[in-house]
């Protein structure tokens, strides 16, 4: 098993920056991706960002450019960087990590942009 726990949501004005954590335990050997959703009120839950293993990254075309996935020194450790945060980037946020097995998810974290 895996547990993801996520941080870092919260309100934010328009144009303002979050960063959400996301940190990996238990058989975090087992992962070879992980990455960030979201999902709005009333809509589908979407891939945000996503980086593999040996480290390539993949990322909504929409938000290419606003928002980063980086993941820290030590390989259970993600994170996102969003920038020029819009109302439509309101969501809750889910850690997610895929392993050959199963998908894990964490509880997400909200995130608000609203003036």
């Known amino acids: 098993q895996v547990q993801l726990v996520e941080s870092g949501g919260g309100r934010v004005q328009p144009g303002g920056s979050l960063r959400l954590s996301c940190v990996a335990s238990?058989?975090?050997?087992?992962?070879?991706?992980m990455g960030w959703y979201r999902q709005a009120p009333g809509k589908q839950r979407e891939l945000v960002a996503a980086i593999r293993s040996g480290g390539t990254t993949n990322y909504a075309d929409s938000l290419k450019g606003r928002f980063t996935i980086s993941r820290g020194t030590a390989n259970n450790i993600i994170y996102l960087q969003m920038n020029s945060l819009k109302p439509e980037d309101t969501a809750v946020y889910y850690c997610?990590?895929?392993?050959?097995?199963?998908?894990?998810w964490g509880q997400g974290t909200q995130v608000t942009v609203s003036s």
């Open positions: 997610n990590a895929d392993s050959p097995a199963t998908h894990y």
């Open positions: 238990g058989r975090i050997w087992s992962i070879h991706t």
